[in-house]
């Protein structure tokens, strides 16, 4: 893939940020009542999932959209096939086109490079640098979700640039190598050396290393927690702050959440068990402290952490059972579970305005952590 230096973000990203600077233009003149809310006039057009009562009609519209766009299951497709599919982010914008949104841009500037990921071997990483950012601004490693066999850190662009807007740090989206091509746990060693990479060559990239913090999105939510295990086990500085949003966190494909939202979309059980079978080496590797988080990982000394969970969502008891582990072994956790949305809704925030809250919520304790 060739360099990317700078580029336009992404349609829904780009209305998003002009709700937010209206909402806080809004608020100072007390006319917040007058500003249009993320997808206001996005509908569905069906019934409710029989899975989700409770969804939100935004949030409703956007897994309409992506079934209309990727009617085929993925877990009945080969992992290469399914990486060329339509994404929630593709969803988003279509929606946004149909209701002929035309947002501006924002000032975010993209590059890349490549690194030594695990072995030596060469990865990519995505940066994401705010303009105005300071010269030793902070950094946030983003490890992207896709169940380690699909995404990217463009799939996933949203958040990244989303969190380099509303917190002013550098944002470094790790293109960690996918199954069945690379088995665990090479996506987590993976993950662990650009994590490295950051903390002994932040300044190369205008960041100041001792202000990083790791951010992911489901499986990339439980690899930020097992690189911060890593680093404290490994003699390297630890992050200042973990934000783990719907994340892995255990090896139960039966707890309530699973039940309940077996069928699910646009994350499931079939898919689930397909992320597993690519992934895992053996059914062993999901008893491993790196994936059973819950079960069996030491998570004492580990720095404040924040999670996100999403009530429709197969993950949602690993958020909890995971916040309740990391108190009981003295880390200090920040919960907020959103009601009515699926998962992957953190990075829909242009049109479900529940990710916009918690796309609010993150950026407000990564601040502090940087502070």
């Known amino acids: 893939m060739k360099n990317i230096h700078v580029k336009s973000i992404s349609d829904y990203v780009k209305v998003s940020f002009v709700v937010i600077a209206a909402l806080i233009i809004s608020l100072s003149s007390c006319q ?15 019934p409710k999932p029989a899975y989700a009562p409770s969804i939100d009609p935004q949030m409703q519209a956007v897994i309409e959209e992506l079934g209309r766009l990727n009617p085929v299951p993925l877990y009945t497709l080969t992992p290469q096939e399914a990486r060329t599919k339509p994404s929630v982010k593709d969803a988003v914008n279509s929606l946004l086109d149909k209701n002929k949104i035309t947002p501006p841009k924002a000032n975010v500037a993209i590059s890349q490079r490549t690194i030594p990921g695990f072995g030596g071997t060469p990865i990519r990483i995505v940066v ?3 303009a ?3 010269s030793s601004a902070p950094v946030i490693v983003y490890l992207h979700g896709g169940g380690w066999v699909i995404a990217s850190p463009e799939v996933y662009e949203a958040s990244s640039l989303a969190l380099a807007q509303n917190t002013g740090a550098v944002v470094v989206s790790v293109d960690y190598r996918l199954a069945p091509e690379n088995k665990f746990p090479t996506a987590h060693e993976d993950s662990y050396a650009a994590y490295k990479w950051v903390k002994e060559n932040a300044s190369t990239i205008g960041g100041n290393a001792s202000k990083v913090a ?8 439980n690899m930020a927690i097992s690189v911060s295990m890593m680093a404290r086990d490994r003699g390297l500085g630890l992050p200042v702050h973990i934000l783990s949003v719907y994340p892995v966190a255990n090896n139960d494909l039966f707890t309530d959440s699973y039940n309940l939202f077996a ?4 994350l499931n059980r079939p ?3 397909w992320f597993v079978d690519k992934y895992f080496r053996t059914l062993a590797d999901g008893d491993s402290p790196q994936i059973s988080l819950v079960d069996v990982a030491d998570l004492r000394g580990l720095p404040p952490t924040t999670i996100i969970g999403a009530e429709i969502d197969p993950l949602q008891a690993e958020g909890r059972l995971l916040r309740d582990k990391l108190q009981s072994q003295g880390v200090s956790v920040t919960y907020q579970l959103y009601s009515g949305v699926t998962h992957e809704f953190f990075g829909t925030y242009a049109v479900v305005p529940k990710a916009q ?9 990564l601040r ?3 502070n």
Do not use: C, K, W
């Open 263 to 266: 069928n699910a979309m646009p």
């Open 128 to 130: 994401y640098t705010p």
């Open 32 to 46: 917040d009542h007058r500003i249009p809310l993320p997808g206001q006039g996005i509908q569905p057009t069906g």
């Open 357 to 365: 809250q918690a796309q609010e919520l993150a950026a407000i304790q």
């Open 132 to 134: 105005g950012a300071a």
């Open 214 to 221: 790791i951010a992911g999105e489901s499986a990339g939510g």
């Open 271 to 273: 898919l689930i068990e």
């Open 368 to 370: 502090n952590a940087f």
